[in-house]
């Protein structure tokens, strides 16, 4: 075993935390079949939310004192046993909405755990160019939605909804084998506590909490559209939400993870700071396209677009930090995360809000704050890099 097996692991690591979207596109099922009300699934969404910022928050204090490999290997099994509970539970349970709980908490905190893990596994790899390898990381979260969303609707068709509960045993495989990979690949220990910047030390600079808004600004930017992007693509085409789902969702992600994979691949011929500035500005016109187009297909191109606007921003911020930060540890990208699931919280939160009282077009431009102050901070980010 070697670093690249690692690398590989990592990889999968990302498809993991993408799996984690599969009870989304059973709400309907549960919904019709189990009697679980909307309410209920709001819920679910919200509680889904809350554990994962337990998680985050926990691991900025507890992940390096655990280590990386015991920590990403139960982060791997949770996932594998939340996705096995979810097939089975509803069926052993009597109340169904129990079951469902149980099966997405355990997967969340498992996702939580990869979430605030991978990045750091993969930065402390030696290798130069830490930016492409992130932005390549990230891509794989990109293609493992859109295959969560093209063979999950592809089962569907194939075997019937009523068989739905074998498709996430099926997708357990795959974190299951990769706690096994992950058990074996070499890793390099996180930075020892002695020698860590402390939290309170980050804190207590303002550049810090400039990070922290940019990772609240490149949640909200990416899930405030892409979570309306299949209302886009059944307005604009007037197809079924099946249709709509494969058309807006998987536009949007397939184009966040081409840009993510074309940074990950020519990446080394562009500086990150710059780049993060550009994506900011194509965000923004994004935005205001989706809001004011005067056809909805012009609409739902700005909204995939979107897509491809914001797949830097994540993982940009994520490299930088690691540069300004070298000595933060886990707690660094813990925080982080913690921010931009914040961010993905807000953002569509405000959207549906807004949209309830003046539409969506008009929350949509609300919602274009996220990617002007994203771009603010991109722009003073990358003045001090170049006066530095």
């Known amino acids: ?104 908490a355990v997967s969340a905190m498992g996702c939580g755990l990869l979430e605030v893990l991978v990045s750091p596994i993969v930065e402390s790899l030696p290798g130069e160019h830490k930016e492409k390898t992130m932005s390549l990381l990230h891509s794989f979260y990109c293609w493992g939605y859109v295959a969560v969303v093209l063979l999950s609707t592809a089962y569907f068709a194939a075997f019937g909804v009523e068989n739905w509960r074998y498709l996430p045993l099926a997708w357990a495989v795959l974190p299951l084998a990769n706690a096994f990979l992950y058990a074996r690949v070499p890793m390099v220990p996180p930075v020892a506590e002695h020698e860590r910047t402390p939290i309170r030390s980050m804190f207590g600079k303002k550049v810090f909490w400039l990070f922290l808004l940019m990772m609240i600004c490149a949640g909200a930017s990416e899930q405030a559209m892409g979570q309306w992007a299949s209302l886009f693509a059944e307005r604009g085409l007037n197809v079924s939400k099946t249709v709509g789902d494969l058309l807006g969702p998987c536009a949007f992600a397939a184009l966040m993870g081409l840009a993510r994979l074309l940074y990950g691949k020519f990446g080394e011929r562009l500086n990150i700071r710059r780049a993060m500035v550009f994506s900011a500005a194509l965000c923004v016109c994004c935005y205001l396209v989706a809001a004011n187009a005067p056809h909805p297909l012009l609409g739902l191109l700005g909204c995939a677009l979107t897509g491809f606007s914001v797949a830097l921003m994540w993982p940009g911020t994520f490299s930088i930090v690691a540069r300004v930060f070298p000595q933060g540890g886990t707690a660094v990208f813990a925080l982080l995360a913690l921010a931009g699931d914040v961010g993905n919280s807000v953002g569509p939160g405000l959207v549906g809000f807004v949209s309830g009282g003046a539409g969506l077009n008009a929350a949509l431009m609300v919602a274009c704050a996220f990617p002007v102050l994203m771009l603010a901070a991109s722009l003073y980010i990358a003045f001090e890099g170049r006066r530095k």
Do not use: C, K
């Open 1 to 104: 075993m070697t670093y690249r097996h690692t690398m590989y692991a990592s990889y999968l690591g990302s498809v993991t935390q993408a799996i984690n979207n599969l009870p989304s596109l059973l709400f309907v099922t549960f919904n019709e079949r189990f009697g679980v009300s909307l309410e209920q699934l709001g819920l679910l969404v919200s509680i889904i939310f809350f554990i994962q910022m337990l998680v985050d928050t926990l691991a900025a204090r507890y992940a390096d004192r655990l280590g990386y490999r015991r920590a990403v290997v139960l982060g791997q099994a949770l996932a594998a046993l939340g996705l096995l509970l979810l097939g089975t539970l509803p069926y052993v349970l009597e109340n169904t909405f129990a079951a469902i709980l149980i099966s997405t």
